[in-house]
């Protein structure tokens, strides 16, 4: 069979067994002629292609400016195009069987100085303090209880808007949190967010579920109000709404954590995150301490 057959064979397998979707096939379609074409160019087949030749068509990518992610789906079509070959029996080996998958390097998250933390609780305080009408006084209160809630545990923010009242726990000291998966952890809360908790708990109905209800359908405030009202506080505050997002409280309350000598380890766990390499995203925040204290205290430092 040629190349082109061998694809379509493949393409057809995607439809038909694994009811891939019509763009995916025209993605894979495309893919796998360029790799096709490279292929050939190095005088070889797609029933005799080596390791080699896949690692520098992978090459070739990455020099034409492609993204590693982009690269890395490319490989991903490759790879099952070769599985699929292997499994009908028109070649004994898979090339890609060790070829590792290219790399993005993760972006550093967005994080807010503490300054600007305390900044935004203390404009959220006010606005919750001040006189007003009762509906905005309450839209003002949730906003302070849901800034203190989410600095003070880094939730995220599909966990703290679904809250329910029953997951405070020891007169406000501790949270029980879902997460994915349905994992719970415990949560502890600082004097701050447990004192504002118990006051804003007091304000609602004895038979309300959710610790911030509202009218919708799920019967708890959505994320996209929450982000909007927080933006809007950043306005108030004197800073820039597009630096200001609910994840970014939870980077905020991560990196700052770290900072201040927390193991990484507790943070993965106050986090919910299954593995420790997702906590280590911000172990840029413990490079940097490691370098002041060297520079500060190596008894070659200058001083």
């Known amino acids: ?22 763009n995916t096939i025209a993605a894979y379609r495309r893919d796998l002629a360029d790799y096709a074409g490279y292929v050939a160019g190095r005088q070889q087949t797609l029933l005799d292609v080596n390791r080699d030749t896949v690692n520098a068509f992978l090459d070739r990518l990455k ?23 292997c499994a009908d029996g028109m070649r004994g080996d898979d090339p890609t069987r060790i070829v590792p998958s290219p790399k993005s390097r993760r972006a550093l998250p967005k994080v807010l100085s503490l300054a600007e933390v305390d900044t935004l609780l203390t404009t959220a305080e006010t606005e919750a303090s001040k006189a007003a009408s009762p509906q905005k006084q309450a839209t003002a209160q949730r906003l302070y209880v849901l800034l203190e ?3 003070a545990t880094g939730l995220r923010v599909s966990e703290l808007v679904s809250l329910r009242r029953s997951a405070v726990m020891r007169d ?32 609602l109905e004895k038979d309300e579920v959710f610790l911030f209800p509202a009218a919708g359908a799920e019967g708890y405030l959505s994320r996209q109000v929450f982000a909007r009202d927080l933006k809007q506080l950043a306005m108030d505050a004197g ?3 597009s630096r200001v997002a609910p994840h970014v409280l939870r980077h905020a309350f991560a990196s700052h954590l770290l900072a201040g000598g927390a193991d990484l380890r507790v943070v993965q766990m106050l986090l919910g995150h299954a593995d420790i390499s997702t906590t280590q ?15 500060t205290h190596h008894p070659l430092a200058e001083g």
């Open 281 to 295: 995203i911000y172990t840029h925040v413990l490079d940097e301490k490691l370098r002041t204290l060297v520079e």
């Open 172 to 203: 406000a000291g501790f949270l029980t949190v879902v997460g994915k998966g349905s994992k719970e952890r415990i949560v502890p809360l600082n004097d701050r967010a447990r004192d504002a908790v118990k006051a804003y708990a007091a304000t």
């Open 1 to 22: 069979m040629s190349g082109g057959h061998l694809i379509g064979a493949f393409l057809e397998m995607m439809s038909a067994e694994r009811g891939a979707a019509r």
């Open 63 to 85: 020099h034409d400016g492609l993204s590693a992610s982009s690269s890395a789906r490319r490989l991903s079509a490759i790879r099952q195009f070769h599985k699929f070959l």
């Open 239 to 241: 800073i820039t709404p």
């Open 149 to 151: 809630l989410l600095y």
